[in-house]
């Protein structure tokens, strides 16, 4: 079992940063691949980054790709969302999520995460 919180969300002007952070709690946090995913109003829950066990490998969709960062610090069971040149339609709801213990440079479809936070709210005013 894995209990996932997030934090770090809020508002904040075009171009500005925000770190989101997910604390997770569980065993075996260091085999889990760990993921986040956000909601925009009205739309369906699209990937956001992904990044392996070991924090190794990394990958992003593309229209967050060279502006987000995500990274993990496996002795905290915690992993982060770097959030840089923010846009307005950056706003959503973030989750992180876990499902699965092999990295794939793919993009995972939320159906398959087995885990899930109860999300944090980011809001990116123009």
């Known amino acids: 079992q894995v209990q996932l919180v997030e934090s770090g969300g809020g508002l904040v002007q075009a171009g500005g940063s925000l770190r989101l952070s997910c604390a997770a709690s569980?065993?075996?946090?260091?085999?889990?691949?760990m993921d986040w995913f956000r909601q925009a109003p009205g739309k369906e829950r699209e990937f956001v980054a992904a990044i392996s066990g070991s924090g190794g490998s990394t990958y992003y969709a593309d229209s967050v790709k060279g502006r987000f960062t995500i990274s993990r610090d496996n002795t905290r069971n915690a992993v982060y969302l770097e959030m840089n040149s923010l846009k307005p339609e950056d706003t959503a709801v973030y989750y992180c999520?876990?499902?699965?213990?092999?990295?794939?440079?793919?993009?995972?479809?939320?159906?398959?995460?087995?885990?899930w936070g109860k999300g944090t709210l980011v809001t990116v005013s123009s």
């Open positions: 999520a876990t499902g699965d213990f092999v990295f794939r440079y793919t993009t995972p479809q939320a159906r398959t995460m087995d885990y």
């Open positions: 569980g065993r075996s946090f260091v085999t889990y691949v």
